[in-house]
């Protein structure tokens, strides 16, 4: 993409994603998120004033008008076997050669095919037999979590907002690498401007009162990104961080509403 173009927001923002300097990855992290320019086309273009055509897997998407992300994975559920659920269990070990996992309570459950969505330096301590080289192997790994925040706001969305779907920050400014404008997805993912509400707090920090106001509302999503090598994070400051970042990049005014 250049060197202008990555020092601005190729490295900035994806060291602000994975928690990680950019100079321990490889470019193959980007994938199908960076589209290739096509010189041509970026001609062509220029010469007729026109803008390129949507591109990538992001370009259209269908998302649930009421239920959020869960209201997914609750309509896939809803088409299984409800025997076929068993929440609230620790697994305790994974035998791979029976093909059963043992829960903490004793209980086993076997299986045809596993699918694994603990961390890896996990799940490889729990196989059994014991595969010491796995756990070696996974101890050497480089990982990072993702904080997710969530702000129901009182007024209208700031100018800048309008009907986007979310916006990316590389700079260092906000703790945040991206926001993502959860009320625009759907109506429902905020209280209609009719209902009224208590003040919880304002942006400046001030404590709000016990006055129901009503709307309107709108809501935003902030992903943070953590890694204990690279990328710490104040668990006990991240909500205020996270909200002078807002305003600091114009998301929010000082005396928005919570």
Same mark, same amino acid.
């Given at each position: 993409?250049?060197?202008?173009?990555?020092?601005?927001?190729?490295?900035?923002?994806?060291?602000?994603?994975?928690?990680?300097?950019?100079?321990?990855?490889?470019?193959?992290?980007?994938?199908?998120?960076?589209?290739?320019?096509?010189?041509?086309?970026?001609?062509?273009?220029?010469?007729?004033?026109?803008?390129?055509?949507?591109?990538?897997?992001?370009?259209?998407?269908?998302?649930?008008?009421?239920?959020?992300?869960?209201?997914?994975?609750?309509?896939?559920?809803?088409?299984?076997?409800?025997?076929?659920?068993?929440?609230?269990?620790?697994?305790?070990?994974?035998?791979?050669?029976?093909?059963?996992?043992?829960?903490?309570?004793? &209980?086993?459950?076997?299986?045809?095919?596993? =699918? *694994? /969505?603990?961390?890896? !330096?996990?799940?490889?301590?729990?196989? +059994?037999?014991?595969?010491?080289?796995?756990?070696?192997?996974?101890?050497?790994?480089?990982?990072?979590?993702?904080?997710?925040?969530?702000?129901?706001?009182?007024?209208?969305?700031?100018?800048?907002?309008?009907?986007?779907?979310?916006?990316?920050?590389?700079?260092?400014?906000?703790?945040?690498?991206?926001?993502?404008?959860?009320?625009?997805?759907?109506?429902?993912?905020?209280?209609?401007?009719?209902?009224?509400?208590?003040?919880?707090?304002?942006?400046?920090?001030?404590?709000?009162?016990?006055?129901?106001?009503?709307?309107?509302?709108?809501?935003?999503?902030?992903?943070?990104?953590? &890694?204990?090598?690279?990328?710490?994070?104040? =668990? *006990? /400051?991240?909500?205020? !961080?996270?909200?002078?970042?807002?305003? +600091?990049?114009?998301?929010?005014?000082?005396?928005?509403?919570?």
């Amino acid at each position: 993409m250049g060197v202008g173009i990555a020092n601005l927001f190729m490295r900035p923002y994806n060291f602000k994603v994975w928690a990680c300097p950019t100079t321990f990855m490889q470019c193959g992290w980007l994938g199908e998120r960076v589209a290739a320019p096509d010189l041509k086309k970026v001609v062509k273009n220029i010469i007729y004033d026109q803008a390129e055509g949507n591109w990538g897997p992001n370009a259209t998407f269908l998302f649930p008008a009421v239920g959020g992300t869960q209201g997914i994975w609750r309509a896939v559920a809803r088409n299984i076997n409800q025997e076929r659920f068993k929440f609230c269990s620790t697994v305790s070990e994974v035998n791979t050669v029976k093909n059963f996992a043992t829960l903490q309570d004793g &209980s086993q459950i076997s299986y045809d095919y596993i =699918i *694994n /969505t603990s961390p890896i !330096d996990t799940f490889v301590r729990m196989l +059994n037999p014991a595969q010491s080289e796995l756990v070696k192997e996974a101890d050497g790994l480089s990982f990072s979590s993702t904080h997710v925040i969530g702000f129901g706001i009182r007024g209208s969305r700031p100018p800048r907002i309008g009907d986007k779907c979310w916006l990316y920050f590389p700079e260092d400014d906000c703790p945040f690498y991206r926001a993502t404008i959860f009320s625009n997805y759907s109506p429902n993912n905020c209280p209609a401007s009719s209902v009224s509400l208590k003040t919880i707090q304002f942006a400046n920090g001030n404590l709000g009162d016990d006055i129901e106001k009503p709307g309107p509302y709108w809501s935003i999503m902030l992903e943070v990104s953590q &890694s204990a090598k690279f990328k710490p994070v104040n =668990i *006990n /400051t991240i909500i205020k !961080d996270s909200i002078q970042g807002c305003v +600091n990049t114009t998301l929010m005014e000082v005396f928005s509403c919570f």
